[in-house]
């Protein structure tokens, strides 16, 4: 089965930090660029990180947040330090299959996506 199954999140104070897990089946991460997107109430899915040869940050999580990934998991990971009651969202893990170096930010090219897990950061 072809899923992406997402882990972590919850409850922290401003200044804590997360981490979330994304784990791939029926696909081999290492073919695909993989993504994080975060949707806080009444706004749109934003464009979080990204990862394939390279990693791209959006810039409200640059220096703050970090992607990577371990292959032979088959995991992503976005490691959330220094967290603000902003950054409240649910965050979203993604996947497309990337031929290329360049990493998107739209959520439109990814094709598989995680089922979402809240991320709370009170003040």
């Known amino acids: 089965q072809v899923q992406l199954v997402q882990s972590g999140g919850g409850l922290v104070q401003a200044g804590g930090s997360l981490r979330l897990s994304c784990a791939a089946s029926?696909?081999?991460?290492?073919?695909?660029?993989m993504g994080w997107f975060r949707q806080a109430p009444g706004k749109e899915r934003e464009f979080v990180a990204a990862i394939k040869w390279s990693t791209s940050y959006a810039d409200s999580v640059k220096g703050r947040f970090t992607i990577s990934r371990d292959i032979a998991k088959n995991t992503v990971y976005l490691q959330m330090n220094s967290l603000k009651p902003e950054d409240t969202a649910v965050y979203y893990c993604?996947?497309?299959?990337?031929?290329?170096?360049?990493?998107?930010?739209?959520?439109?090219?990814?094709?598989?996506w995680g089922q979402g897990t809240q991320v709370t950061v009170s003040s």
């Open positions: 993604a996947m497309y299959p990337s031929g290329g170096l360049r990493l998107s930010r739209l959520d439109s090219e990814y094709d598989l």
């Open positions: 029926g696909r081999t991460i290492s073919s695909y660029a």
